[in-house]
């Protein structure tokens, strides 16, 4: 069965709510994807799936498809990957076991940011993070915006300069899994493990190579060719990799907050020819 379409449908495999580092909630999400013109949807907040449920509902009031996703933390040679889930069973009980773990991971973390911080003596620094996550795990940018309000520095980004941001005080190293267990649970869980944005990793041509190699041979089916915000030139070197290592392509906005027009919901630079789209390999395949 193919899910029902418009002739030229707009599709975005990665994007964030509230349920981890996003602005918007999982709802307003979907109803400005739809503003937007997607017409089908990957919520794809990090090591949780808290958000699915209310996007659904969402997407089936404003006629959007709803992909379902996950963006899942790990390590490879002792660098933080990433890697999307798509079109996994939200019910299957070994994945919900795992991303409890992850959560927890994420919840050591977050203590350990604020232990990090209780120098700047922002009272309430976890709690009032929390609340900006609304009750879920917070992330750097959550207690970025606590330093903002607490009038430490007047920017996020000064934050993340002085703070969070690399080599900081507060950029706290969470103990994630293996590249190729985090693969192995969306397999299980019959879904697809996609290679988020690999050019944001800041990895060398030669490493990027071979982070996409043991990616494919963990059981990776997937890399995300087309990302927001990217150049032409990282555009065609993604879609080289994914030719090399016969991945699909998959392509996301990464959307996190409104505002910035270089990572919108929907805005994403055409798909190279000749690449095998994720989305025709999802259990209801989508065409185009």
Known sequence: MTIPQDPKPC???HCHSTASDGALTPEDLVARAAEQGVSHLA???????????QARARGQELGLSLITGVELSCVWRSHTIHVV???????????????AQQNENRWQRARLIADKLAR???????????????????GRPHFAQV??????VPKTAHAFKRYL???KPG?????????SEVVQWITDAGGIAVLAHPRKYRLTATRLRELTADFRRAGGRAIEVSVSGQSSGDLGFV??????????ASQGSDFHFPGAPWCELGRIMKMPEGLEPVWHHFRQPVSA
């Open 43 to 53: 919520l794809t907040d990090h090591d949780t799936i808290a958000g699915l449920a």
């Open 85 to 99: 889930g798509l079109d996994f069973d939200e019910a299957d009980p070994a994945f919900l076991e795992a991303l």
């Open 165 to 167: 941001g690399s080599g």
């Open 147 to 152: 330093l903002v309000n607490a009038e430490v």
């Open 11 to 13: 599709i975005d495999l």
């Open 120 to 138: 700047l003596k922002v009272d309430g620094l976890l709690e009032k993070a929390t609340a900006l996550a609304g009750g879920d795990v917070p």
């Open 171 to 179: 950029d706290v190293k969470a103990c994630w899994p293996e590249l």
């Open 239 to 248: 879609a080289e990799l994914a030719r090399r290592e016969q991945l699909l």
